[in-house]
């Protein structure tokens, strides 16, 4: 039977643009995707610290290093520029994967540059 865990997250990231007039999701720094090992496409649940939102939407990617998180369309309406969220990811492990897996953690500062 296999579980889900979490397989990778994008750690207090400051939301800087919301643009609901777009088809759906979430832009991020092609930088901080690779860090996370998030592929563009990839559901991912988003986790508002501000407003204590929670939803899912799926990744496109943004450019490298731009420090670029948007969300897009409907979720537009969920978060404001400013807002911190965490992105993410999750994995399907079989029983013995679990005991050697270690999820990605990726930290960033306020302009969302990756510090560990």
């Not at 690779?34 to 450019?63: C, H, M, P, S």
């Not at 013995?96 to 999820?103: A, L």
Request: proline share 3%; hydrophobic share 40%; charged share 25%.
């Amino acid at each position: 039977m296999m579980q889900e865990f979490l397989y990778s997250k994008i750690h207090r990231a400051t939301v800087t643009d919301a643009n609901l007039n777009y088809v759906g999701s979430i832009t991020v720094d092609e930088t901080l995707m690779k860090a996370a090992k998030i592929k563009e496409w990839q559901k991912v649940d988003i986790l508002d610290i501000n407003n204590g939102e929670r939803f899912q939407t799926y990744v496109i990617k943004g450019k490298s290093d731009s420090g670029c998180i948007c969300l897009n369309g409907a979720a537009a309406r969920k978060v404001q520029p400013g807002d911190k969220v965490i992105i993410i990811s999750y994995v399907y492990l079989q029983p013995n994967e679990i005991e050697n897996h270690t999820p990605t953690v990726v930290m960033v500062d306020e302009n969302n540059r990756i510090v560990k």
